[in-house]
């Protein structure tokens, strides 16, 4: 078993990641020894992750990362790096190595202020492990100040700091930055891929594995998400729903207000997982005493957080929105496959009956309109339009049609 075990339908990737692991391990080795370094590498100081939403991204780049800090003795008797048992890639894995930092967006982008403290660490040698990690989660939600401040570090890195950078294509990030990164592109793992997954990983059974896997069409969080979590499995119902519901304006509102209301009692969910048990780390470190009062000069740190949690929450939100829009243009799209008579696999079996009665009821001409209503939705809440306006818009345009 090896930290590349967990990855699904990378392999190609997987195996030139390993092959650089090892001549990274040879680097950090031939440098400990005071020995000249080996004449040709496959390791480089910068790495660019490119692929579709739910390809594994960050799950790679954290792989490559646990490699990178492997310290299973095997590596001295020609072992590949990357056991995925020892204290190096365990703590990798989980995201406590000390060595490995990670920044995600909170919020629609990513500020200078949430990257100072990281580029400033990535100038700095390692402090116990064999080298210094920058993941960067959504590399495309950087702004241009945040940017620009990657460049610098990315331009001149320490001798043992590597950046990992993801995002979902090489347009998503500055082209000065792109070119001083190798670039390495995943593929959408096949849903029989993603189902094996859920079987083997998740003890899901087969048939809800694979349902799970067809639904989200490869995309393996939500996948793992909508087989394991009833809720998850009832709001995209309500989703799938909708097309049914906006005969009349009075549905198309209760339709919009109802996706809303999915998405943010969803966000809410998965903030609660996160911000109590966030908080109380803080807390713990700052020294809070018993009965949870707080020492002077910490409330500056605990609003900063607080600040941190609501754009969070904000972007949650948002994000769990496109995700319901994302499952209804799936739907639109299964209904514009039976219109057309395409042999493509449907990923909405399960709302077969509905899907037959608006492709007979309806032409291909419009079910492409609401297609294209569904992504002007999408561009206004990128445009930060109020979401409930924007789906209300969206909905009226699918009862048109």
Not at 181 to 195: D, E, M, Y
Not at 239 to 259: F, I, M, N, S, W
Not at 340 to 351: C, E, F, Q
Not at 383 to 391: F, K, T
Request: aromatic share 2%; proline share 5%; net charge negative.
């Amino acid at each position: 078993m090896s930290v590349w075990d967990d990855l699904v339908g990378q392999e190609r990737v997987s195996e030139q990641l390993a092959a650089a692991a090892r001549d990274a391990d040879a680097l950090v080795t031939a440098a400990t020894a005071h020995e000249p370094p080996p004449e040709a590498s496959r390791m480089t100081h910068a790495w660019l992750f490119t692929g579709p939403p739910g390809a594994g991204r960050t799950q790679v780049a954290r792989a490559f990362a646990a490699a990178l800090q492997c310290v299973s003795p095997d590596r001295a008797l020609g072992g590949a790096p990357g056991c995925g048992f020892c204290d190096g890639c365990h703590t990798a894995l989980v995201g406590t190595h000390a060595d490995v930092s990670t920044v995600a967006a909170v919020g629609a982008q990513i500020l200078v202020d949430d990257m100072r403290d990281t580029v400033r660490k990535s100038f700095t040698s390692p402090a116990n492990g064999r080298w210094q990690v920058i993941l960067v989660e959504d590399a495309e939600r950087l702004n241009e100040k945040s940017a620009n401040a990657v460049l610098k570090a990315v331009e001149e890195p320490a001798p043992r700091t590597v950046w990992l950078l993801c995002a979902p294509s090489l347009e998503d990030v500055l082209p000065t930055i792109r070119s001083r990164c190798r670039h390495l592109n995943l593929s959408t793992p096949t849903v029989a891929a993603v189902a094996d997954m859920l079987v083997r990983r998740e003890g899901v059974e087969p048939d809800v594995a694979a349902a799970a896997a067809r639904a989200t069409q490869g995309h393996i969080e939500r996948a793992r998400r909508l087989a394991t979590d009833p809720a998850a499995r009832e709001r995209r119902a309500t989703v799938l729903k909708v097309p049914l519901r906006v005969a009349d304006v009075g549905g198309c509102l209760r339709a919009a207000q109802e996706l809303v209301d999915a998405a943010t009692e969803d966000a809410k969910q998965l903030a609660e997982e996160i911000d109590g048990k966030e908080t109380e780390e803080l807390k713990t470190a700052l020294g809070a005493v018993q009965g949870g009062r707080m020492p002077r000069g910490t409330a500056g740190v605990m609003k900063d957080l607080e600040d941190k949690q609501k754009r969070r929450r904000t972007r949650t939100q948002r994000d769990s929105l496109d995700l319901a829009l994302t499952d209804l243009t799936g739907f639109y799209r299964d209904v514009l496959a039976l219109q057309l008579g395409s042999r493509i696999a449907l990923a909405n079996t399960d709302a077969g009956e509905a899907l037959e009665r608006l492709a007979r009821d309806s032409s291909p001409e419009s079910t492409l309109r609401r297609i294209e209503a569904i992504a002007a939705c999408r561009d206004a809440l990128d445009r930060n339009v109020a979401p409930l306006l924007a789906v209300e818009a969206m909905t009226m345009a699918l009862r048109s049609g």
